[in-house]
């Protein structure tokens, strides 16, 4: 069976791990590189994080490049760690990682593999800065496919009234990468906050043997926390990355989307609002899936043996 290559652009927090794990254990995609940029925390955090918890899954294969600090439009502030904790893993201690990151700008080793790879996917999930500056990069290889986790069309903002925090968190980036004429798959608030990991699932992933899975089961406390009681009445949380991750890889069934091209708006008042109104086959957001979304995580995370 050929496995489809996917390159992973992300912040690395808790929902990002959650992805990777995923990634890992779905049989028919191949992880073959990641570039990081600053979102969840920081760029260089976020490439620490990955190496840290490719070490647990005993991976040393994938390259890890870090990408951009800072935003186009302002400085990198401090990430989210009233959401995923200071260090972007919900405080908990990873060993750092015996391998170095890759010595590649990110911009570089997503040209690079997807010379290498012509029906790369690239799964975004994060702020969008370095898909932008790939853009604007003259020279570099086409993408063949973009999944970003991002965006809320008929679904509230988790940031303002109007704007996701991915593509809040860099809107100008945001409206580079949609003028493409690329494949793009988003995956917005609207699917995502109707897939969520409760109490009851963190009690079977804690019992899944391994040190990845003892990790994420460790982290996951601190994104219930926030959860609860502040976007959901009881203990559980979106599980936003996973699903976009499920999407890259063609893991789910009965998807519906929306077809037509995405603006971000970028004027005071609606800025990172993401909108879809014309035509278009080359652009759509996922309005809704059948299944459940844990249970596919759960599922691939148990089947897989971890080390550890």
């Excluded at 979304?293 to 599922?299: N, S, Y």
Aim: charged share 20%; glycine share 8%.
């Amino acid at each position: 069976m050929t496995r489809r290559p996917i390159l992973v652009d992300c912040d690395t927090g808790i929902d990002d791990a959650l992805a990777l794990a995923y990634l890992l254990a779905e049989p028919t995609v191949e992880i073959v590189g990641v570039t990081t940029v600053s979102g969840n925390t920081d760029a260089a955090r976020a490439a620490a994080n990955t190496l840290s918890l490719f070490e647990l899954a005993g991976v040393d294969d994938i390259p890890v490049a870090i990408g951009a600090h800072d935003f186009r439009g302002r400085e990198y502030a401090g990430g989210a760690p009233h959401v995923h904790g200071a260090d972007g893993v919900g405080g908990i201690t990873l060993t750092a990682a015996a391998r170095a990151h890759d010595a590649r700008a990110a911009v570089e080793l997503i040209d690079h593999l997807a010379q290498r790879h012509p029906d790369l996917t690239v799964l975004a999930l994060g702020p969008l800065t370095n898909l932008a500056a790939y853009a604007e990069t003259p020279g570099v290889a086409a993408l063949d496919r973009l999944v970003i986790m991002g965006g809320a069309f008929s679904h509230s903002g988790n940031v303002t009234a109007w704007a996701e925090a991915n593509i809040h968190n860099d809107p100008e980036a945001a409206a580079v990468v949609f003028a493409q004429d690329w494949d793009i798959t988003a995956v917005p608030l609207d699917v995502t906050m109707t897939q969520t990991l409760d109490a009851t699932d963190l009690v079977r992933l804690d019992a899944i043997p391994g040190a990845f899975p003892r990790a994420l089961a460790a982290m996951l406390p601190a994104y219930l926390d926030f959860y609860e009681g502040r976007v959901f009445p009881d203990r559980r949380c979106a599980l936003h990355d996973p699903l976009a991750a499920m999407v890259a890889a063609g893991a789910l069934r009965g998807v519906s989307v929306a077809r037509g091209r995405i603006d971000v708006r970028l004027e005071r008042g609606e800025r990172g609002r993401t909108v879809s109104s014309h035509p278009s086959e080359r652009q759509r957001w996922v309005r809704g899936m059948e299944g459940s979304a844990v249970e596919l995580l759960l599922d691939r995370l148990e089947r897989r043996v971890w080390p550890g």
